[in-house]
């Protein structure tokens, strides 16, 4: 049945374009809505049994295996959301049918492929899903045909070709030792070989090659330009889900499942981690953009996730996973106000504005809610995962990693303070007095993702034993 999660969205994407006057521009929306909460169900109502075996033999028709765990779940369940989110946003930012018709066709690709790259589990497929959503990154970043976007999505193909070539190129070098490309064939090809040199190598470019494609330090010089020029529908795909699936998953995924943890990898990781979290949250500091912030801040925010992957413990995954759910939501959120924002006051420039709060209060409200998750103060859900990151770097021995992460988090609850004072706060800028609440395509997606804050925040002590820890062990 899980096929069933990357068929639907090829299939629907074929009938959404069949030759029926105005068919797909009139039902796009909801097609792709409903393909997005299929998916949310799948993974929260288990007793649907939707991943408890293929009895269409489906998955035997097509040749394909597919594989179905703890950390799966948790990113076909960010998937459905920050899609739908996205989906939602696009109808406020586009109001030309004809392009809200393009983005949808093009988010059902995307959508195609990163639920492929969490599925599948050999090597090989997962580059060529990686491929299909690089593709529709790069659509979606040149989508408004202007300069910026034009100049970013090039830094964006640059960039990810290089990616490309190092991780064909690691497969390659791979294969000289395994039979296939399966992560189970792989990681006793690797065991067996874990002293060769060529071996090493190859795994250290494919590990580079997920770092750029995940924009981390010192490989993130096209994320901030790719965020800030790409439409706000794009960015909050962007920014949610699309860098986590071809980057962070991928690195979660091959170093527990293929390449295995070591002390050289565990210091590697560290460092990457590290250097993200603390760098990108000084860079977030001094910016003025909207949406150029928050893009330094993911960088930032995805360093706690490659900390507490390095830290090579059960704990340290699953902390790991569960802030790459809660980064995904409140990130998402954070791009989709900056969109409501940018659409009534024309602008993204921070230092021009103040008191919004007053004149779009759900925005500023889920706004706030969103600062204070991603800046770590208790008891939203962010403060929840950032602590389990801090004890189990703690707790493997990584004393100087754990100060480093409390540190960052207090360089984060800086500029977000400073985002939610110059944006939301105070007076009502002048120029700002006629500014009203933004569109529903706007509100509807903050108040869903705001709500799903609050009720991880709420339920943690439930989730902690019964869902977060187990996925360290991957259930």
Not at 148 to 168: G, N, Q, R
Request: glycine share 8%.
């Amino acid at each position: 049945m899980e096929l069933l999660l990357i068929l639907l969205p090829f299939v629907s994407l074929l009938l959404l374009n069949l030759p029926i006057k105005r068919w797909g521009r009139r039902f796009g929306f909801w097609v792709v809505l409903a393909v997005a909460l299929l998916q949310i169900c799948a993974v929260c109502l288990p007793w649907l049994n939707f991943f408890g075996g293929d009895p269409t033999g489906i998955s035997a028709l097509f040749n394909i295996k597919l594989a179905v765990d703890g950390i799966t779940k948790v990113l076909l369940l960010s998937i459905g959301l920050v899609s739908a989110a996205a989906l939602f946003t696009c109808c406020g930012v586009h109001g030309d049918e004809e392009k809200r018709f393009d983005f949808i066709n093009i988010l059902l690709v995307a959508l195609m492929g990163m639920n492929g790259i969490v599925l599948v589990k050999d090597l090989f497929s997962m580059y060529v899903f990686i491929e299909v959503v690089g593709i529709a990154s790069f659509i979606l970043i040149a989508f408004q045909k202007d300069r910026d976007a034009l100049e970013s999505s090039f830094k964006y193909i640059v960039f990810s070709a290089i990616a490309t070539i190092i991780m064909l190129s690691s497969i390659a070098l791979l294969l000289l030792f395994s039979a296939d490309t399966s992560f189970a064939s792989l990681a006793i090809a690797i065991k067996g070989s874990s002293a060769n040199l060529l071996v090493i190598f190859a795994i250290a470019a494919y590990i580079s090659g997920v770092l750029i494609k995940g924009g981390l330090m010192p490989f993130h010089g096209w994320l901030p330009d790719a965020y800030m020029a790409a439409p706000n529908s794009t960015s909050v795909l962007l920014a949610g889900i699309v860098t986590k699936s071809v980057g962070i998953y991928p690195l979660i995924r091959i170093v527990h499942s293929v390449f295995g943890y070591s002390a050289s990898m565990n210091s590697v990781l560290l460092a990457v981690g590290a250097i993200s979290a603390v760098l990108a949250a000084f860079a977030a500091i001094t910016q003025s953009d909207f949406k150029r912030m928050l893009a330094y801040s993911s960088i930032s925010q995805v360093g706690y996730i490659i900390l507490g992957l390095g830290c090579g413990t059960a704990l340290g995954l699953a902390a790991a996973i569960f802030h790459l759910f809660n980064h995904s939501i409140f990130k998402s959120l954070l791009f989709v106000n900056a969109a409501a924002v940018e659409s009534r006051t024309a602008s993204r420039d921070i230092e021009n504005m103040s008191g919004l709060a007053q004149k779009m209060p759900w925005t500023g409200a889920t706004s706030a809610l969103a600062c204070l998750s991603v800046a770590g103060i208790p008891p939203l859900s962010g403060f929840w995962s950032k602590l389990l990151i801090i004890i189990a770097l703690w707790t493997s021995g990584s004393y100087f990693y754990a100060v480093i992460a409390i540190l960052a988090s207090v360089v984060t609850l800086a500029y977000m303070l400073t985002l939610q004072r110059k944006v939301f706060f105070g007076e009502v800028a002048p120029s700002l007095s006629k500014v009203t609440e933004a569109e529903s395509p706007f509100v509807v997606p903050a108040m869903v993702l705001a709500g799903v804050l609050v009720f991880v925040s709420i339920l943690f002590p439930l989730l902690i034993n019964t869902f977060i820890v187990p996925i360290g062990g991957i259930f």
